[in-house]
């Protein structure tokens, strides 16, 4: 290495450590484009990557039943002296997703801000793990997902401790291509703290994967908010995908049986069980083989082996869990088509030219489709009928991926970091 190389540390912030392996495509498929773009500009440099969890979860991962047992091993400095203020913590989260009025849930949610604050498992422990993650990095980047949420999953906290971090310290903070999961209403408490951490004089920019006008109204007028595309578009070329290989199988991929109820949608294990037993026998009528997949979250798993109880079918119909990303990729890889409740197991499929159709439970993906060309191929709930998905599967087979759209999103997706590359060059050393 001579004198004048630079070199720039990029801390890569998202759900990196999630059990929902779909979560990886994106932060992988962003480590590609940036360095693609940095070598670009600045041949030689040479670039470290530091993934920072949102949720402050460790490096390394145990597969532990138990959740509260889970958290105390995987999560940086989880205590177990904490486990009071954990209980009423999650009962009144509990309490709140079951309100109805506005001024309840705001109220409830002001409460559990002031037990994240001063509890001994959120606040300090959050803000130890990032002061130990950030130290010594030059940029800071939040890689994407469905980052509008505070009522289910709650990220609001996290993103408002790496502002402050990026603050003190001089850093800038980037957000990419992010989108929302939930509900954002101006009304909400946590819509509060969500605002603060955008709109830190540290965040530098932000672009949007769906729902711009949410993303652009919690950005506020700091920031001019493109509609582009989320970096996982990017995934042949990340992973580096060879997709002459032989398909087969049409791949199911399955949801956890509460996944609606906990954005308020009365839709369980049972109606999701006779759902996908329901596709799976009309695949079988019409002479397709095929098998369950899971993108590696446990309660997925859980409810497919009730739909093979369902089926009177052997494990072998059920892929075994993924824990590592490479498997998932080769996994969906494997298949002609897709039926599939998660969207990045669907971006993962037209990146590699498998035709897929989702099983809409948020507006997200009806939003994702339609932004690619292909709204038809999004399930509203009032059509999670097997025969009309099934016919939706075999159109969407027939027609296969259009590669002009496929190009127009991998622009898109280049065109949010291109934005901030020259912000990163600035910041190496």
């Known amino acids: 290495m001579t004198g004048d190389t630079k070199t720039v540390k990029i801390a890569m912030c998202g759900l990196v450590k999630s059990e929902n392996l779909g979560e990886m495509f994106i932060a992988r498929s962003l480590e590609h484009l940036i360095a693609d773009g940095l070598q670009k500009a600045e041949p030689g440099i040479e670039i470290e990557y530091v993934e920072v969890d949102l949720l402050g979860r460790n490096d390394t991962i145990y597969e532990i039943p138990d959740a509260r047992e ?35 849930q705001n109220l409830i949610s002001r409460a559990r801000h002031l037990i994240w604050r001063f509890g001994r498992n959120y606040r300090k ?18 890689d994407g997902a469905g980052l509008l949420e505070y009522s289910y999953n709650e990220y609001h906290w996290s993103l408002l401790l790496i502002s402050e971090y990026a603050e003190r310290h001089g850093l800038e903070v980037v957000y990419n291509a992010i989108g929302r999961a939930g509900a954002f209403d101006e009304r909400d408490f946590g819509s509060t703290i969500l605002k603060r951490a955008i709109r830190s004089s540290a965040v530098t920019y932000v672009s949007a994967r769906d729902n711009v006008t949410e993303v652009q109204a919690c950005a506020g007028p700091g920031h001019k908010v493109k509609l582009l595309a989320d970096s996982a578009f990017w995934m042949k070329e990340a992973y580096g995908i060879d997709t002459s290989v032989e398909r087969k199988k049409i791949g199911i991929g399955l949801i956890r049986g509460n996944s609606l109820q906990g954005y308020g949608v009365e839709f369980g294990s049972k109606e999701w069980t006779a759902l996908f037993a329901g596709i799976a026998t009309v695949l079988r009528e019409r002479g397709y083989d095929f098998e369950f997949f899971t993108n590696g979250l446990p309660g997925d798993v859980t409810l497919g082996k009730r739909v ?13 869990r993924p824990v590592d990303d490479e498997v998932l990729v080769d996994t969906i890889n494997g298949y002609e088509a897709i039926i599939t409740c998660r969207m990045h197991s669907s971006i993962a499929a037209f990146t590699m030219g498998v035709p897929s159709v989702i099983l809409s439970w948020n507006d997200k993906v009806e939003k994702l489709m339609e932004i690619i060309g292909y709204p038809e191929r999004a399930i509203k709930q009032k059509d999670f009928s097997p025969e009309f998905i099934v016919d939706a599967m075999e159109r969407a087979k027939a027609e296969g991926i259009d590669d002009v759209r496929l190009t127009a999103m991998k622009d898109k997706a280049k065109e949010s970091v291109d934005d901030y590359l020259p912000r990163i060059l600035r910041a190496s050393k």
């Open 125 to 142: 422990r959050l803000a130890s793990y990032f002061d130990m993650k950030l130290d010594g990095v030059d940029y800071i980047v939040i």
């Open 70 to 104: 889970r958290r105390l091993r995987n999560y940086y400095r989880y205590s177990e002296k904490g486990r009071l203020t954990e209980k009423v913590f999650l009962d009144l989260q509990r309490r709140g997703r079951k309100a109805k009025s506005k001024a309840t």
């Open 308 to 320: 093979l109880k369902k089926l009177r079918l052997p494990d072998s119909y059920l892929v075994e």
